[in-house]
């Protein structure tokens, strides 16, 4: 479990999008992990990668996407 104090921000419908539709992640995967990162107060793609929802490269896709779309 990752707890930090920083309260995490609701994730973008465009990050939500990137994920379902270029990811590939379900609906119920993306909700998951959304729920995960509120209760840990982590950043979403963490989250994600450490319940092994992202794949490593998954991961770095994630981060460069967001990187781009700041």
Not at 20 to 38: C, D, F, M, V
């Amino acid at each position: 479990m990752i707890i930090t104090s920083h309260e995490q921000p609701e994730p973008t419908v465009q990050l939500k999008n990137f994920l379902e539709q270029k990811i590939g992640l379900t609906e119920n995967a993306l909700n998951l992990g959304i729920r995960q990162s509120h209760l840990e107060q982590a950043p979403l793609p963490i989250v994600l990668w450490s319940f092994g929802l992202l794949s490593l490269e998954q991961y770095q896709q994630v981060q460069d996407w967001q990187i781009q779309n700041q």
